[in-house]
């Protein structure tokens, strides 16, 4: 027995020697640190020494008890007890599982991030309430604010999509964007949940009966990107997009979205649904997530109506 604790001893003291010579001096005068290295020290004592000890008692322990009476090939067993820390342990963890299962975090219970959320709706609740009847302008403002702090990392304290990192929202969109969701079709909810647009396989110019051309869905991409002008953008606009959006292109409701202008409910609808298109992705700002309120989708969908319609 003596020999294991020198033995026991001794390694700890080389491990914290090799542990010092390699990061030099970790102790310093810290309290804490201190502490934490005795700690540490205790506990490699107490591990070398009890391994030690098995290995000692299977080298020199002869087995004793008695003997049960089944034996595979003259293999036999004795019947001894459970060890008590083993035993100990494994009701623990059967305790330990019906408390969690009952009453422990997160299950049923009590959690911090549901008491946030429940204050953060009792304080929503009172928000749009004292919010109920903005002016146009209170709105514009808010969703100023709003904008700074939500959507400028991304679309810029201009709103000019920073180089093309996301949607320009100076203006309504981009050719590109036109032409992505030609290709790909889009069903985000712009205008109600399942109300999608057709992909390029679904459109037909009814001008020619045919389905688009690389070249027509370039042209009309053009035209709705640029403001609405073109003779030749006009007409396939008018022949294959205004039966849905309209001939201006201002969009119908339950039907198509405005191509033309932002409007407040667009942007709501992006900001419930997100979107991925040509650019990237949009994450959403769900009422549901508490990210914001109704009032406040409401007032950045307003700012930013309003900013594309100034030029
Ligand atoms: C069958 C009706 C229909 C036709 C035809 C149609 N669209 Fe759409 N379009 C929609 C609907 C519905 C949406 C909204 C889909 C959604 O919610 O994602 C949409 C969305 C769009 C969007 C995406 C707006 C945004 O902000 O992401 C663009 C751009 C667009 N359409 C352009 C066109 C063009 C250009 C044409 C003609 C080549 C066209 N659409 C033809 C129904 C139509
Ligand atoms: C993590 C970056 C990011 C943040 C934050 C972000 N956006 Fe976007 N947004 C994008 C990207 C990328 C697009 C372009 C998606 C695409 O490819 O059409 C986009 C597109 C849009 C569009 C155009 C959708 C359309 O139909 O054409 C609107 C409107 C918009 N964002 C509003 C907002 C508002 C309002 C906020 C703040 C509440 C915001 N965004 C925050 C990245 C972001």
């Not at 429940?118 to 002016?135: A, D, I, L, R």
């Not at 110019?205 to 053009?222: F, K, R, S, W």
């Not at 932002?262 to 949009?282: D, N, R, S």
Request: net charge negative; proline share 3%.
């Amino acid at each position: 027995m003596k020999k294991i604790v020198i033995v026991s001893v001794l390694t700890s003291i080389v491990l914290i020697g090799v542990i010092l010579s390699y990061v030099g001096n970790i102790i310093g005068d810290d309290m804490v640190n201190i502490l934490s290295v005795l700690a540490a020290i205790v506990i490699l004592g107490l591990t070398v020494g009890v391994g030690l000890k098995y290995v000692n008692q299977m080298k020199n322990d002869k087995a004793g008890g008695e003997l049960a009476d089944e034996n595979w090939d003259g293999i036999g067993e004795y019947k001894n007890n459970i060890p008590v820390g083993w035993g100990v342990s494994f009701i623990g963890t059967i305790i330990f599982f019906i408390w969690y299962l009952l009453a422990g975090y997160p299950v049923w219970s009590f959690s911090q991030i549901g008491q946030y959320n429940e204050e953060v709706k009792e304080y929503n609740k009172k928000f749009e309430e004292k919010h109920k009847n903005m002016t146009k302008e209170e709105l514009q403002d808010m969703g100023e604010s709003i904008f700074l702090v939500n959507c400028a990392p991304c679309h810029g304290v201009t709103a000019d999509g920073m180089g093309g990192k996301a949607a320009d929202l100076t203006k309504r969109i981009s050719a590109e964007s036109v032409k992505y969701v030609i290709e790909h079709g889009s069903n985000i909810g712009l205008v109600g949940e399942g109300i999608a647009m057709p992909d390029r396989n679904g459109l037909f110019n009814t001008n020619t009966g045919a389905p688009l051309t690389d070249e027509e869905i370039e042209t009309v991409a053009q035209y709705v990107a640029n403001g609405f002008v073109g003779k030749k953008g006009a007409e396939i606009f008018a022949g294959t997009c205004a039966a849905c959006h309209g001939p201006d292109g201002k969009g119908q409701p339950f039907v198509a979205p405005n191509i033309r202008n932002f409007t407040p409910e667009l942007v709501q609808a992006v900001l419930e649904h997100g979107k991925k298109g040509a650019i990237g992705t949009m994450p959403s700002f769900r009422v549901e997530d508490l990210r914001l309120t109704e009032t406040q989708q409401k007032a950045v969908g307003t700012y930013i109506s309003n900013l594309s319609s100034e030029e």
